[in-house]
């Protein structure tokens, strides 16, 4: 009878080939890393309408972008010019909008529990971009509603969030990989 013994990897070697049969999937899965090893630079700048009250919206909007695109600093650098910029992100439009919606509330009615219908003023904020990085070019458009004072701030979060999932959908074209 002959034994055969066998050697087991050394576990620093082991977790090299793990590590790199890992970056190989992704890369073949055209995945993005859940942080980019260089974040990407960004230019962050209103359009120019010729309706001056527009005008001033839109920069209001673009550094408020700004500031939120700056917060992701694990993807996100902001540039000073478009030619220092892999990405463009150009604020074209901002505004806002009320609407009244219905609402049921419960009440306690002498003891009785009695369905009352009562209106409440729904308001929002949009804030639209384009980015533009390369060849690519994607809408962007960041959203907030809120039942009491809606918030600029987190409209332009929420386009910056989707300013990262352009990144990351499109991973592999923006890093030439």
């Not at 899965?29 to 960004?42: D, L, M």
């Not at 992701?72 to 150009?90: L, P």
């Not at 209106?119 to 949009?126: K, M, Q, R, T």
Request: a neutral charge.
């Amino acid at each position: 009878m002959t034994i055969h013994r066998f050697r087991h990897p050394r576990p620093a070697s082991f977790a090299t080939v793990l590590l790199l049969t890992v970056f190989a999937a992704a890369a073949a899965g055209g995945q993005a890393p859940r942080r980019p090893p260089e974040p990407f630079t960004v230019f962050v700048h209103p359009s120019d309408p010729e309706d001056p009250e527009l005008r001033r919206g839109l920069e209001t909007a673009a550094r408020e972008v700004q500031d939120r695109v700056r917060g992701r600093r694990n993807w996100f650098r902001i540039v000073d010019s478009a030619e220092d910029a892999a990405i463009t992100v150009r604020v074209i439009n901002y505004r806002t909008s009320q609407m009244m919606l219905p609402k049921l509330e419960r009440l306690i009615i002498n003891g009785r529990v009695e369905l009352v219908e009562r209106s409440e003023i729904v308001e929002f904020y949009y804030v639209d971009a384009v980015a533009l990085a390369g060849g690519l070019r994607q809408s962007l458009t960041g959203l907030d509603e809120r039942e009491t004072g809606p918030s600029l701030r987190n409209a332009a979060s929420h386009l910056a969030e989707q300013l990262e999932e352009f990144c990351k959908d499109n991973y592999a074209a923006l890093t030439g990989q």
